[in-house]
């Protein structure tokens, strides 16, 4: 079994989002019909055996390797008669390519694959999962909130079918240093606008702290989160003005309010992350991985240094403060261990095993009821209660050429926070590379 010792974070710098896999399918070269046939029944002679059972294979990120083999081990599923390989995943170009190769010969080399909302939109559409709702009990759905029904409906199906299961909702959520906002005797911000004032109370150029930081890197994430705060879709031509808005307020955080660090546009998550555990950061939005990011530093940590507060609210209203991303399970169409595929994939969304899957690893944390109700208060679960129960996490913003859409805004908006085009040429090309994709 492989066993690879990398981050969450660091897996996702160079993994990528995936080109488009209609197109990788359309170039990739089809085997030969005698090849396939022996390719599938060595397959199959390899992976089940005669008495139904078998090796199924599931690809997960580097990060859940060990969690997936312990929960595995733990709650039993061995006694269903298969064993299970649990496997990496590769980057992204690697996976969209192995996949593809999977269709085309009739078979992968895995049979479930945990996998996230970019990937999503592009393997759906290239026709490599199973739908997976007559596996499902009928009840099952009744565990899901709201929130995580939209999210369902909009990321995990496609053409009437549901492709891929939730396992984890990961809300963005504001981190405070809330021993230096007690010293100062204000409380974390409740808008925009004292976001912004926060500069005037944390910032100390000389001494490299500042009111707040971002890893822009990714700048798509927070420039979503933005846009979504101001009332809009920065995918949506139609909410241009929302983007607008979204990005002015971005660039006045750096430039004019003398809030973020300018050096952020450079960071990644980790040197964000790195930065607020070194004293240099009075607040920040993230994903909930900075809660055991803050914890593991030793000798640093106290509670009161990484409090999580609600999301400030923007010009679109409270409904919009933050959205979640997440990552879920679908069946290959080319599983060698078709059977096994959808009895391992039963055991990791039954309604018995998810909220025990929580509490083995955050990596499982969603706001289906079960979860809540077996997780209570530890850990991020309070703060995602929280959340759910403010009525604020929205729907990511959707594309269905996300990746391609992400890149083209996130090229246009860079260049106009790094001062090498002014806001309406920034605007005009957003719109005209995302009238582009429409063609």
Request: glycine share 8%; net charge negative; aromatic share 12%.
């Amino acid at each position: 079994m492989k066993k690879v010792k990398l981050s969450r974070r660091a897996f996702l710098r160079f993994a990528g989002f995936a080109a488009t896999g209609a197109a990788l399918a359309a170039c990739a070269p089809p085997a030969a019909p005698q090849q396939q046939a022996a390719d599938a029944a060595e397959s199959t002679e390899n992976s089940v055996d005669s008495a139904g059972g078998g090796e199924v294979t599931i690809a997960v990120g580097a990060w859940a390797l060990d969690s997936h083999n312990e929960l595995i081990d733990k709650l039993g599923f061995l006694d269903s008669g298969f064993t299970v390989n649990v496997e990496v995943l590769p980057s992204g170009e690697q996976l969209s390519a192995s996949l593809t190769a999977g269709i085309a010969s009739g078979t992968s080399p895995y049979d479930v694959l945990d996998f996230e909302d970019g990937q999503a939109i592009t393997f759906s559409r290239a026709g490599f999962f199973q739908p997976l709702d007559d596996l499902l009990e009928p009840d099952f759905w009744d565990d899901f909130p709201q929130t995580l029904l939209d999210v369902t409906d909009l990321w995990d199906r496609y053409e009437g079918n549901t492709f891929r299961i939730h396992h984890n909702f990961e809300a963005q959520y504001c981190w405070y240093r809330k021993d230096w906002f007690d010293a100062e005797g204000i409380n974390p911000p409740t808008t925009w606008e004292e976001v912004a004032a926060l500069g005037e109370v944390f910032t100390d150029e000389a001494n490299g702290v500042w009111a707040t930081e971002e890893g822009l890197q990714v700048l798509s994430v927070f420039q979503g989160y933005l846009t979504r705060q101001a009332g809009g879709n920065y995918f949506d031509v139609n909410d241009s003005d929302k983007w607008e808005m979204a990005l002015q307020y971005l660039y006045n955080l750096i430039y004019e309010d003398n809030a973020m660090n300018p050096a952020a546009l450079q960071k990644n998550y980790d040197q964000q992350n790195a930065d607020y555990t070194s004293d240099k950061v009075a607040y920040m939005r993230q994903w909930p991985f900075f809660y055991d990011v803050a914890r593991a530093k030793e000798g640093w940590f106290e509670e009161e240094k990484a409090a999580v507060t609600m999301p400030p609210v923007g010009p679109g209203g409270k409904s919009g403060s933050t959205y979640a991303a997440g990552w879920g399970y679908g069946i290959l169409k080319s599983a060698p261990n078709q059977a096994g595929a959808e009895k391992l994939l039963q055991f990791l969304v039954d309604i018995e095993n998810a909220g025990q899957m929580a509490l083995i690893d955050t990596w499982y944390l969603s706001n289906r009821a079960s979860v809540l109700d077996a997780v209570g208060d530890r850990g991020m679960a309070k703060h995602l209660r929280e959340y759910t129960d403010a009525g604020i996490i929205g729907n990511r913003p959707f594309h269905a050429k996300f990746s391609e859409a992400s890149t083209k805004l996130d090229e246009a908006a860079s260049a106009y926070l790094t001062n090498q085009i002014d806001l309406a040429e920034c605007l005009s090309q957003g719109q005209a590379a995302l009238a582009a994709l429409e063609t």
